[in-house]
């Protein structure tokens, strides 16, 4: 009798059973799915939802216990990491098994077990808006009639055309005409107080004559100066030498 004796012997000694189901914890939780026979799989549901619960509690013991069963220290603290996100609202349930078929060799049934993915699904209850009744009392026929007719004369009245493309370009081009005429008149008015300024006459030959006279005056003196000296010394210079005959 087995009593207190949970599991499955599959036909091996102990210890090459727990090396066998560590291992293959190690791999589903690291790649998330592995393909096992049926028995296997459904023993090794057992491993990994004693593993997922230790990683939920998260403390240092239950960290040191995961290690005991887990072959590499990577995969104990991504999956401590995770846990409580992708775990933490439900208590057990943590695989999934889908059978395959037989297996080509020996017919074995195949299983593929992988972790589940949770997900809230919890839907959010919409809220109905209550349509309030109007307060206000039902209009008789012959309002309505004239609502309508209202509604019918508005409609029928059109609004005025947006301007198109050609009107926008003749009234730019319309501007611009109007911006060089201005732009002319400016010119036009300041040729005219340059015409109507009174020019700076001319100096005729007189003039001319007058100005050269007034600057050549000074050395006409000078040189008048000059020949009176020169005169004045030959007549000094001829009396002496009348005096010496």
Known sequence: MRHRKAGVKLNRTPSH?????????????????????????????RWA?????????GDLHA?????????EKDVVHKLFE???????SVSGGYTRIVKLGR??????????????????????KSKKKKVKADPTPAKPAADEKAAKEEA??????????APSEKEEETAEKAAAMVEKQAD???????????AKSPAPKADTGDEKEK????????????AAKKDDKAEAEDSGSQDKSKKTE
Request: net charge positive; aromatic share 2%.
């Open 17 to 45: 059973r727990n090396a066998m189901f560590r291992n293959m914890v190690t791999s589903l939780l690291k790649h998330e799915r592995i393909r096992t026979t049926g028995p296997k799989a459904k023993e090794l549901r």
């Open 49 to 57: 939802d004693h593993v997922i619960t230790l990683a939920k509690r």
């Open 63 to 71: 960290r040191r216990q995961a290690l005991a069963i887990v072959r």
């Open 82 to 88: 995770t846990a409580n996100e992708r775990f933490g």
């Open 103 to 124: 297996r080509a060799g020996d017919a074995a049934p195949i299983s593929m077990i992988e972790l589940v993915v949770r997900q809230d699904t919890k839907k959010k």
């Open 152 to 161: 019918k004369a508005k409609k029928e009245v059109k609004a005025e055309p």
């Open 184 to 194: 002319a008149a400016v010119e036009e008015t300041a040729e005219e107080a340059e």
């Open 211 to 222: 100005k050269s006279a007034a600057k050549s005056a000074p050395a006409k003196k000078a």
